[in-house]
């Protein structure tokens, strides 16, 4: 399973060499600009590492860390335009695991990004079992917050249609018959001439598909029932 990397660098030249030097080592990247930007994905995505810059405008990469800590256990490597010795204390004592002055060799980076990513999952394992996030395409649920997002955007839905999604994206491309889907979801038996999964079906489709009628999330499997 290929690693997600967050980089977080106000200097655009720095981040597009970066990222081209990881995904270059078969790691996925996403790319910001500002720590506050970088918190706010922190809140419905999983990264497996972070690359964070000190001095950023807004908020400097310190505060940044020391939020992120609050939370999340993931390496988290600094990068600093300072060298001196002060500065790299402070990185690290705001909770970060690593540190790379400027300028840096990139491969020295990757070096120690894969050290990082070697070390946190032999020793954090859970980390390949995460089942609270779950990504679709442009889809994104967050089953610990009931969160739904399509396209960085968030959708808001009842507490049913997140049951009846959550099942569907759990058992992605299996078909799950509308029996199923509303015994396991409302807990009551099925009665064939109840429509109210299909009703269901149909608003979820109006909030997250681009187009309803022409639906590429859940798809219908005619006599069968729903997928994903």
């Known amino acids: 399973m290929e690693s997600k990397i967050l980089i977080v660098d106000d200097d655009k030249d720095i981040r597009n060499l970066i990222s ?15 720590a506050i930007e970088a918190l706010k994905l922190l809140e419905k995505r999983e990264y497996d590492l972070i690359i964070l810059d000190i001095m950023m405008p807004n908020m400097d ?48 980076l990757i070096a120690r990004v894969k050290s990082q990513l070697r070390r946190y999952k032999k020793y954090n394992t859970e980390i390949n079992n995460t089942k609270n996030v779950i990504e679709i395409g442009d889809l994104t649920i967050n089953t610990d917050t009931r969160q739904v997002w399509v396209r960085e955007k968030e959708v808001r839905l009842t507490p049913k249609e997140f049951d009846i999604l959550e099942l569907l994206s759990r058992n992605k491309g299996i078909v799950l018959s509308v029996e199923k889907i509303y015994e396991t979801v409302w807990k009551e038996d099925f009665f064939k001439s109840d429509n109210t999964v299909m009703v269901h079906i149909t608003k979820i489709r109006d909030k997250i598909e681009e187009d309803s009628k022409h639906p590429i999330y859940i798809k219908t499997v005619w006599g069968t029932g729903y997928k994903i």
């Open 20 to 34: 081209v030097y990881l995904e270059n080592e078969g790691m996925r990247t996403q790319k910001v600009e500002d």
């Open 61 to 108: 990469g310190i505060e940044a860390c020391m939020k992120i800590r609050q939370e999340r256990n993931m390496p988290i490597i600094m990068l600093s335009a300072k060298s001196e010795d002060i500065d790299k204390i402070q990185g690290l004592a705001s909770g970060a695991d690593d540190y790379l002055s400027k300028p840096f060799n990139p491969l020295e």
